[in-house]
């Protein structure tokens, strides 16, 4: 008999990846589905940085890399956050690995000991919770509304505190929502978290470039929270470089050197090929980034019109990433045939089967009661989606 551990056994699986599963399988039977349920660009990575990889293979980057990722591709990261973020990270502060999700996972078993607490707000990113759960760490859920726009209060924030708390994992712009918070929402919480040294913060900045509000702000630039913030980044969204697997972690030295050595034991260095690439995608030019991210915008605002007209949908306007996420509650309770609707699980099953369109729902972002769509597709996939939705949606009575 297999014995599996019961650290395994306490994870669930990616409920975004599932619900992608689910769809490339009605795919593979003939069934014309729109995949709306995955956090992917689908734009394909700019030439310059396509170039540099091929260059990498030329140039023969074929031998292991270093474990915290080449110094010449620190040192763009970290003239990266100086000249667009006005931070100070020194390349020995920063550690590059198989993804921002990676990063973010060595983060959590770097800090956290059985029985700290994190606190997240929700919704939330369907793999926080998880990571804390397997380093053996106790999740506080702080939960928000459309009505907040999805965004943690101070108030909120100071009583969920207690001294047991070692960190908390923001995210700006979110996934799933699409929130985004200001220089001020940003003080303030930062003033809260200044009155408790031993909290630190993760600013999960992953989807930094994809802003609709004229700037991305991060909670790193409050010299109350000096070494006590840790910045999450990568290519993957920004420069549409999601299958080369490349993100980061900036951090204060002693972490950085810790989670150095816990990736040195675990996978050593990331893909030489993809970290020339990553070095071409911060050194080059910019303007592929400005240029998905207003066609991001253009679809945004495409998807919020469209959704907006379907009754028994509730819908804000996310100010970032590539994401809405709907209320759904008022479809509870409704029938179609013998589909009875009851949770949000069960909208996204109708949709998949009856619209073939794949969602998410809100449970696995810690949100019951909204499902998330994800706009990274063609202004064409949007709007015949959303004809799609709401048809199926008109049939629940």
């Avoid at 070692?166 to 220089?183: A, H």
Wanted: hydrophobic residues 40%.
């Amino acid at each position: 008999m297999e014995q599996i551990s019961n650290r395994i056994q306490a994870l669930s699986p990616s409920a975004t990846l599932a619900m992608s599963q689910k769809s490339a399988e009605l795919k593979a039977q003939g069934v014309d589905v729109i995949n709306m349920s995955v956090g992917e660009p689908d734009f394909f990575t700019p030439d310059h940085i396509k170039e540099a990889a091929k260059k990498a293979v030329d140039d023969n980057f074929s031998f292991y890399s270093p474990v915290p990722g080449y110094l010449s591709l620190r040192q763009a990261i970290s003239d990266k956050l100086k000249n667009e973020n006005g931070l100070d990270f020194k390349p020995e502060q920063i550690v590059v690995g198989n993804g921002a999700k990676h990063e973010l996972c060595n983060v959590i078993m770097s800090v956290i000991n059985p029985g700290d607490e994190v606190i997240i707000p929700t919704p939330a990113w369907v793999s926080y919770v998880q990571m804390v759960i397997l380093a053996g760490g106790k999740n506080v859920l702080v939960p928000t509304t459309m009505e907040q726009n999805f965004k943690v209060t101070p108030e909120q924030l100071e009583a969920a505190i207690t001294p047991a708390t070692r960190l908390i994992i923001l995210c700006s712009p979110s996934n799933p929502t699409g929130s985004v918070y200001s220089k001020a929402e940003l003080q303030a919480l930062a003033q809260v978290l200044a009155k408790h040294e031993q909290v630190m913060v993760i600013a999960d900045e992953i989807y930094e470039h994809i802003n609709y509000i004229g700037g991305h702000e991060s909670i790193a630039q409050f010299p109350e929270l000096k070494d006590r913030v840790i910045i999450i980044n990568g290519v993957s969204k920004a420069y549409a470089m999601t299958g080369y697997r490349i993100g980061y972690v900036a951090a204060p030295i002693a972490l950085a050197k810790a989670i150095n050595k816990l990736q040195g034991q675990y996978t050593s260095g990331a893909s030489s090929i993809a970290q020339k690439a990553a070095e071409a995608a911060y050194r080059g030019s910019q303007d592929c980034v400005e240029e998905m991210r207003v066609a991001f915008a253009r679809r945004r605002d495409l998807i919020v019109k469209l959704l907006r007209e379907i009754p028994g949908l509730d819908v804000n306007e996310p100010d970032g990433a590539f994401y809405v996420f709907p209320g759904v509650k008022s479809l509870f309770g409704k029938r179609c045939g013998d589909v009875e609707i009851k949770d949000a699980m069960d909208v996204a099953m109708y949709l998949l089967n009856e619209a073939h369109v794949a969602t998410v729902a809100g449970d696995a972002f810690c949100c019951p009661g909204h499902i998330r769509l994800s706009y990274a597709t063609s202004d064409e996939n949007i709007k015949e989606a959303c004809s799609r939705i709401k048809q199926a949606l008109a049939k629940l009575q």
